[in-house]
């Protein structure tokens, strides 16, 4: 059985959240307000608590529950976009005090994701999966990226959004991080095309030198992409944390995943 590959830092993410939350509210960024920790009977993170936040998730916001479209898709682009420059412009100093770690994604996050999961595989998803590591760090992974604050689990259930397009909050920071800008940009891919996450870019890169020198950089795209393709290690880990039912359809969706694209994979390389 696939097993979480650092518990003490998933407890950590919690432990800090309230704290993390308080500094980006007085930063002006839409993140949950009056956050607290909740506690089980052994005093062990449970949950953590805070004000409602008044918005659907982006990818559900539109009429019948599809993504918004037209004017409310560029409206959302755009605060995305300006919410992740100003988070990735939040001072390291702060982000430090709070014991948010700096990690490289590519070899203390992902090389111990895709070792943890690789025994569950089939011989054809594993072999692909290890492929496209080593690839990556052989290119330089994401040890040359420059490491901000990220939320580090961008996805359009975490982007909570007014039926106008416009950004009512960002929640879910438990993996908030100092790392690659790049892992949250790919998140924007989870559930929106690629002219959205450009849309996105656009807004990103013209607010503030910082988020303009990330969206320059050369190697954006490639590790933007490979953040993407192997996004469903996550479902893994999350299917086993969560469990019973509810966490076995989790594991069965990034298995199918994960053997989709190594069958695609195979295909291409014929």
Same mark, same amino acid.
Request: charged share 25%; with cysteine.
């Given at each position: ?26 930063? &002006? ?5 009056? +956050? $607290? %920790? @909740?506690?089980? #009977? /052994? ?5 953590? *608590?805070? !004000? ?86 052989? &290119? ?5 990226? +420059? $490491? %901000? @604050?990220?939320? #580090? /689990? ?5 982007? *909570?959004? !007014? ?108």
């Amino acid at each position: 059985m696939l097993r979480p590959t650092n518990p003490a830092s998933i407890t950590a993410g919690y432990e800090r959240e309230p704290a993390l939350l308080a500094l980006l509210v007085g930063r &002006g960024l839409p993140v949950p307000r009056e +956050s $607290r %920790l @909740l506690r089980d #009977g /052994d005093g062990r993170p449970l949950a953590t *608590l805070h !004000r409602y936040v008044d918005g659907a998730p982006a990818h559900r916001a539109g009429r019948e529950g599809t993504p918004p479209r037209g004017a409310a898709r560029a409206r959302l682009a755009v605060d995305v976009g300006r919410f992740l420059a100003a988070l990735h412009a939040t001072p390291l100093r702060d982000a430090r005090a709070l014991g948010v770690q700096s990690l490289d994604l590519g070899r203390e996050r992902y090389s111990r994701l895709v070792e943890a999961c690789a025994a569950e595989l089939p011989a054809r998803t594993r072999a692909w999966l290890l492929g496209e590591l080593a690839t990556f760090l052989d &290119g330089g992974g994401s040890q040359h990226a +420059s $490491r %901000l @604050l990220i939320h #580090g /689990d961008i996805a359009g259930w975490h982007l *909570l959004t !007014r039926p106008d397009g416009t950004l009512a909050g960002v929640i879910d920071w438990a993996d908030a991080a100092i790392a690659d800008p790049a892992l949250d940009l790919a998140g924007v891919l989870w559930q929106f095309p690629p002219s959205f996450l450009a849309r996105v870019l656009d807004a990103y890169a013209g607010t503030g030198r910082r988020a303009a020198e990330v969206a320059r950089d050369p190697d954006l795209g490639r590790r933007i992409r490979f953040y993407l393709t192997v996004v469903a290690v996550f479902q893994l880990r999350y299917g086993w944390m969560l469990g019973g039912a509810a966490g076995a359809a989790e594991t069965a969706s990034g298995h199918r995943r994960l053997a989709a694209q190594a069958a695609a994979h195979t295909r291409a390389s014929r």
